[in-house]
């Protein structure tokens, strides 16, 4: 049994007569239930702030530092479910001409809005990745077809092809490892990338260019706005002028979103984080349901099981489906940090939504069934 969450004392010290020898479970009617000798408890934590002497005498401890683990065995893994062997080659030399040295520069010297680990970084780095380049690195294998005596039967520029690949693993790690960084901290990350590789235009940061993908180089981010400008029949007070800042934002927030990935929008107050998620929301086909929660400090867990749970329809064996006609959900949580913290410093909703976006279930709380 994996109990993945808070420890708070009210229900741990319940698990006392669990973890003695006995394995004796006293449940709230009374009812007290002896577990199995091969019966488990494995408690996965933060810390254990609020947890009893008498509870944590009686567990195993196994403490685990990510920073000790690195971000080297998630890469690994990644890489090697790459089919084509050019590919993996090449991508283990990028993580290691880049990514110890950006990370370096980014602890030493940059600040950043929210602290972020390396590992959960560079594990950001990879599914950019994934969401931009899969459909590219498809063409590796249809544009260097083999006959059977292993020679190509086309000519195919290999070197440019690996290129451009760097080009767009560089755009990546900007926008994964280097966007957590505050704007002044940008310019350490800009220098210490134009001293790796010199392929990027000289004038601004590396912040201020995207990659286009007819020209196969790098373009200024105002090329975007000048293709998705038009005119507008909206009220004054309705008008959206886009800047810079919401071009490269929705370019990766889409991206993203597109590739089935969950995103985080961080910022100050009043920066346009809502107008934008709502923005791309609207850009979203008739395929696609979308729905928006509203948080503040009275949202509950169970209130927000139930809107979410409301937007779906409950199909046999306790599965949850899109409403029909629809392939797919999309939800949109606004004002994340604002439910309030229990007595022992945890957040019930935002521990739902972990739970949710970690295992792909809840628990009917009625039937006490998994949804």
């Not at 002497?53 to 990644?78: E, F, H, I, K, N």
């Not at 290691?96 to 600040?111: A, H």
């Not at 910022?267 to 923005?279: D, H, N, P, R």
């Not at 949109?332 to 229990?342: A, H, K, Y």
Request: net charge negative; aromatic share 10%.
């Amino acid at each position: 049994m994996v109990l993945d969450g808070p420890v708070d004392t009210l229900w741990i010290e319940s698990m006392n007569s669990v973890l003695d020898d006995n394995k004796l479970l006293t449940l709230n009617n009374g009812d007290r239930i002896g577990l199995s000798r091969n019966v488990r408890l494995l408690f996965e934590v933060q810390d254990l702030s609020v947890a009893s002497p008498a509870t944590v005498s009686r567990a195993g401890m196994v403490y685990m530092d990510l920073d000790d683990m690195g971000w080297r065995p998630y890469v690994g893994v990644w890489v090697e479910g790459k089919t084509n062997k050019v590919i993996r080659d090449h991508l283990n030399e990028l993580f290691e001409k880049y990514v110890p040295k950006v990370l370096q520069i980014k602890r030493t010297t940059c600040k950043e809005l929210v602290e972020t680990s390396e590992s959960a970084c560079v594990q950001n780095l990879c599914k950019l990745f994934d969401a931009l380049v899969s459909n590219i690195l498809t063409e590796i294998d249809q544009k260097r077809p083999v006959g059977e005596d292993g020679k190509e039967l086309e000519p195919f520029d290999l070197d440019g092809f690996l290129l451009y690949i760097e080009k767009w693993f560089a755009f990546c790690l900007i926008w994964s490892i280097g966007a957590t960084v505050d704007e002044t901290s940008r310019k350490s990350i800009d220098y210490l990338l134009r001293d790796i590789e010199s392929m990027y235009p000289h004038s601004n940061t590396v912040f201020e260019y995207y990659l286009n993908t007819e020209k196969r180089d790098f373009a200024p981010w105002e090329e975007q706005l000048q293709a998705n400008w038009k005119p507008t029949t909206h009220d004054f007070h309705k008008i959206y002028v886009p800047t810079v800042d919401v071009a490269r934002n929705r370019y990766i927030l889409q991206s993203l979103m597109n590739a089935g990935r969950l995103v985080l929008l961080v910022g100050m107050s009043g920066v346009g984080k809502t107008a934008l998620a709502e923005s791309v929301l609207t850009t979203l086909d008739h395929s696609t349901h979308h729905f928006t929660i509203n948080f503040s400090s009275g949202t509950t867990s169970n209130g927000t099981q139930e809107i979410i749970e409301s937007h779906f329809n409950l199909g046999p064996k306790n599965k949850y489906k899109p409403p029909s006609g629809k392939k797919r959900v999309v939800c949109f949580i606004d004002d994340l940090n604002m439910p309030r913290r229990d007595t022992f410093g945890s957040q019930p909703p935002l521990e739902l939504i972990r739970q949710w976006m970690g295992y792909d279930f809840w628990y009917d709380r009625a039937k006490i069934v998994r949804n």
